[in-house]
């Protein structure tokens, strides 16, 4: 579990450290305040140094369609704090088990690069296809240290295709990162038939019955062709999980992405979305109660003053942890709030969104 993070020329910050981490944390704050940036940091982070990360951290911001039309540069310039390349991208924290972990992201000239064909899909981690030496395009080139180990990689667009050295990474532990909306049906199947396999389905069934009490038992099927998940709800025959509505398929996939994460991070995206505010409570109880069972760090951001009292109410002191990002003179700075302090914001009606 990481117990402190420092962001430094990524995004937003400039230079910003927050000291006090806990199991679940739930970042607020206004718009362009840097919580989605938060989590694409620790994201980048916790790939251990795996260079295709950084345009997949682009997917989270819908920006995987420009590749074709954008400049190799503009890939990854947003990536830089005022959009200045000349900068050295830092992402640092001490995680309880692993120790010290620090990743660098600077721009450079690659020596060597591996060449990965473009695709329809997002997977840019398919086969290299060809090796090539550039000396014309400008890459990302990544550092990560871990104690003594150190592994470097690298990633820049050349043409119409996405060129990455490819070193042996070691990921130092998994991580999930969910967005507000999207997502993979055929995904979320896996996941569920993992669970099941590991006799812990019944995690995600409870969770769902907080939307819909009338569901009595849910299964990875492939009956239509591909796998889905279905739910039996007392009708003639079985109904996907996609068609129940927007919050089950949200409650699902938090609690998968939790489970397919054991003694890892699960990064969520505006948590809330989807869900109606009665339920908030008990979701973050389904999600402190996986999380705690499955070693999993929890990071969210909100824009619901329900949401995060409800997380208050819900969450046992010692686990939640509420910051929120402000903005002062365009720097970005985290107040961590205690139990006490949140109480007295709610009874008096202080901003902590």
């Known amino acids: 579990m990481f117990t402190r993070l420092a962001i430094k020329n990524f995004r937003v910050f400039r230079e ?33 140094g795996s260079a295709h990360l950084a345009v997949n951290t682009n997917v989270v911001r819908g920006l995987e369609g420009d590749r074709k039309v ?25 995680h309880q088990a692993l120790g010290e972990l620090t990743l660098n992201i600077e721009s450079g000239l690659p020596e060597q690069v591996v060449t990965v064909k473009p695709t329809n899909d997002d997977d840019i981690a398919s086969p290299p296809s060809a090796t090539t030496n550039v ?20 990633i820049l667009r050349k043409g119409a295709g996405i060129e990455v050295a490819r070193p042996t990474v070691d990921v130092p532990f998994p991580a999930t990162i969910l967005v507000p909306r999207g997502g993979d049906v055929h995904e979320d199947a896996v996941r569920l038939g993992v669970l099941r396999r590991q006799k812990r389905g019944d995690i995600l069934l ?21 796998p889905m998940i279905w ?17 089950m398929t949200r409650i699902a996939r938090i609690v998968l992405a939790i489970s397919s994460s054991p003694n890892g991070v699960v990064l969520v995206d505006e948590i809330e979305n989807g869900l109606h505010h009665s339920v908030l409570e008990k ?7 996986a999380a705690r069972q499955l070693g ?16 208050h109410r819900a969450l046992p002191h010692a686990a939640f942890r509420l910051h929120r990002l402000e903005i002062e003179n365009d720097e970005r700075r985290c107040v961590t709030y205690s139990a006490d302090a949140i109480d007295g914001a709610i009874k008096h009606g202080l901003e902590v969104r």
């Not at 954008?70 to 001490?94: C, H, M, Q, Y």
């Not at 014309?136 to 871990?146: A, H, I, K, N, P």
């Not at 979701?283 to 109660?289: D, H, I, P, R």
């Open 206 to 226: 409870e969770a769902l019955r907080i939307v819909e009490p009338k569901l009595q038992s849910i299964e990875d099927n492939s009956a239509s062709g591909a």
């Open 231 to 247: 739910g039996d709800l007392g009708l003639p025959e079985l109904v996907p999980l996609a068609v129940m509505g927007e919050g």
């Open 283 to 289: 979701v973050w109880k389904v999600v402190e109660l």
């Open 135 to 154: 000396a014309d395009e400008r890459g990302l080139l990544f550092s990560f240290r871990q104690g003594d180990k150190v592994v470097r990689g690298q």
């Open 70 to 94: 954008r400049p190799s540069t503009a890939l990854w310039k947003e990536f830089f704090v005022n959009l200045d390349v000349g900068k050295v991208i830092k992402v640092a924290a001490t």
């Open 16 to 48: 910003m450290e927050i000291a006090d981490l806990g199991p679940i944390n739930l970042f607020t704050g206004m718009n362009n305040a840097g919580k989605t940036s938060l989590l694409e940091a620790i994201f980048l982070l916790s790939g251990g």
């Open 296 to 311: 999993t760090q929890v990071f969210a951001t909100t824009h619901s003053f329900e949401c995060t009292q409800a997380a």
